[in-house]
């Protein structure tokens, strides 16, 4: 008889313990489910992905094309931001921009129609750019461009463009299509 209580108290202990296991999990299971949501750039940093990089509108990106450097600003003309104004500066011999009257520069304007507009720089490089917000657009990776890398950190200012001045990196396509 006593052997018959130690198992009848086994299994209530059991059934006990699962009970408060599956009521954890369901706690746990009432909470909504996420979506994973892609990275969005934001005025510190860029937004890469296999096939494009978002850059936020009034800043520097800084673009490297073979062995030219060039720092590329994009400010949005529509309230959708899907027409852009963008202007563009080739660094100096020493890879600055300290003296931007001083610099080759261009620029021009990018309408996004029906889907992606162009954007025309130095090398000669076009990109396909598309608006992302009123705040950001995507600027496509360009197939065959040679070696082709945008600096992960916008700036503000373009005397302080500078990949050498704080902890960013160099991203290429290849890196993000691993």
Same mark, same amino acid.
């Given at each position: 008889m006593l052997? +018959?209580m130690r198992?009848t &108290?086994?299994? /209530?202990?059991a059934?006990?313990?699962? !009970?408060?296991?599956?009521a954890a999990?369901?706690?746990a299971?009432?909470?909504?489910?996420? $979506?994973?949501r892609?990275?969005?750039?934001?005025?510190?940093t *860029?937004?890469? $992905?296999?096939?494009? /990089?978002g850059?936020?509108?009034? &800043?520097?990106?800084l673009?490297?094309?073979?062995?030219?450097?060039?720092?590329?600003h994009? $400010?949005a003309?529509? =309230? *959708?931001?899907d027409?852009v104004?963008?202007?563009w500066? *080739?660094a100096?011999?020493?890879g600055? @921009? %300290?003296r931007?009257? !001083?610099?080759?520069?261009?620029g021009?304007?990018? +309408?996004?129609?029906?889907?992606?507009?162009?954007? #025309?720089?130095?090398? =000669?490089? #076009?990109?396909?750019?598309?608006r992302g %917000?009123?705040?950001f657009?995507w600027?496509?990776?360009?197939?065959?461009?040679g070696d082709?890398a /945008?600096?992960?950190?916008p @700036? $503000?200012?373009? !005397?302080?463009?500078?990949?050498?001045?704080?902890?960013?990196?160099?991203?290429?396509?290849?890196? *993000?299509r691993?």
């Amino acid at each position: 008889m006593l052997r +018959v209580m130690r198992g009848t &108290r086994r299994i /209530v202990t059991a059934r006990l313990v699962l !009970a408060a296991v599956l009521a954890a999990a369901g706690a746990a299971c009432d909470r909504a489910a996420t $979506t994973p949501r892609p990275a969005l750039p934001t005025a510190d940093t *860029l937004a890469a $992905t296999p096939n494009a /990089v978002g850059i936020p509108y009034g &800043r520097y990106l800084l673009i490297r094309r073979d062995e030219r450097l060039i720092a590329l600003h994009l $400010t949005a003309l529509t =309230p *959708l931001g899907d027409r852009v104004a963008y202007r563009w500066h *080739l660094a100096d011999g020493d890879g600055r @921009f %300290s003296r931007p009257e !001083a610099l080759d520069h261009g620029g021009g304007e990018a +309408v996004e129609q029906p889907y992606t507009g162009r954007i #025309t720089l130095p090398g =000669p490089l #076009t990109l396909d750019w598309s608006r992302g %917000s009123q705040e950001f657009g995507w600027l496509y990776w360009p197939e065959g461009s040679g070696d082709y890398a /945008v600096y992960s950190r916008p @700036f $503000t200012e373009l !005397a302080d463009a500078d990949p050498g001045r704080d902890g960013g990196r160099w991203l290429t396509k290849e890196m *993000l299509r691993r």
